[in-house]
């Protein structure tokens, strides 16, 4: 037989030292092998509403099969202009303050590419970003993977999570670039006032900050909440809006998000250079889906019901809250928006040091998978992540193993 070639250990880059995603890591590993091994699993993971039964309106779909033939080609690098022009109309109609037109808008393959791109334009080593803490953690794993550093903000449980202003505050210097506002916010459920975001964009002008508006939740709210654009709320500020249609139209796998620029341009017209590099880099986002754009941002949407006193998504959320809050040491927020929760244990009982453990526990006791807390770069092994897009029936199945679980972990 061959020597085996002595070679050294291929090892990641230094660039990942820093750069984390627990969402999708070693717990769901660990789920997969489970799964592999024919046992099943209850996942209250990942916001990805199609496995749950919770189909794409036909009408988009439609949209995007009726033009799927002219779709095969790459298009424009910032978007086909249909859809770009779609998503300007949306904002106007809601009341965007600045000039806008379609140079401004850019297509991605999902929120989240847009997302890499805006870090990777915006940071230079050292540069800081002010992120909410919990986060959506690719905000902060795209920060430092761009060689910057995330800085989280506090925000408060018990002010329904409203981000702490002066903590904000206090945490900007002269390296810090932009905030990212995270609204309705995952993993709280969060939906924030005018008030604070008014007070978030002010201090956007006083420290020459970008703000960076992630909305992908927008039109996920319960009990007639509203929500507020913050491209809606000043003219001046650099405002970058993000907002897709894997959550609200259910097609997460098309990937078909935007990022919308607004407010005061000119001075950033270096970084919008930089911006349309990197658009034309990845050459465009898949094309069948940016079809569905203008469908689903225009006119009647049929993702009100879920969302309805009498939807499903209502129904669960109910059920999820009132469940979690039942059990002895555990406390939760109601969420306005969004399908998340995020409730807190009391460590007194549930005396947790490593809460990926915890989490790991669950899974191998009881075969439920969530997130742990500190997965959302909160800095307590003190809360976890629960999605509430199962069924009545399978969150229930998940509440009792929850009970059963908690029973055991207690300390009398
Ligand atoms: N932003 C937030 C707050 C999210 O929760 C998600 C997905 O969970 C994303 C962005 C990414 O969405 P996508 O890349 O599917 O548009």
Redesign the pocket.
Known sequence: TAPTPNRRPLKKSDKLQNVCYD?RGPLLKTAMQMEAQGQRILKLN???PAPFNLDAPHEILQDVALNLHNATGYSDSQGIFSARKAVLQYYQSKGLLSAVDVRDVYL??????L?VMTMQALMNDGDEVLIPMPD?P??TAAANLAGGTAVHYRCNEDKNWQPDIEDIRSKINDKTRGIVV?NP??PTGALYSNEVLLEILELAREYNLVVMA?E??DRILYDDAVHTPMCTLAQDVLTLT?N????SHRI?GF???WLMLSGNKEYASDFIEGLDMLASMRLCANVPAQHAIQTAVGGYQSMQDLTAESGRLYKQRQLAVERLNAIPGISCTMPQG?FYCFPKLDRTIYPIEDDMQFMMDLLIEEKVLMVQGTGFNWDAPDHFRVVFLPNLFDLEDAMDRLDRFFANKRKE
């Open positions: 969402i990942v916001g990805n991605g393959n999902g929120v989240s590419e997302i959506y690719l905000w995270i916010n995952n992630d992908i939740y993000y897709g249609l894997s959550k997460a990937r078909a998000g969004a």
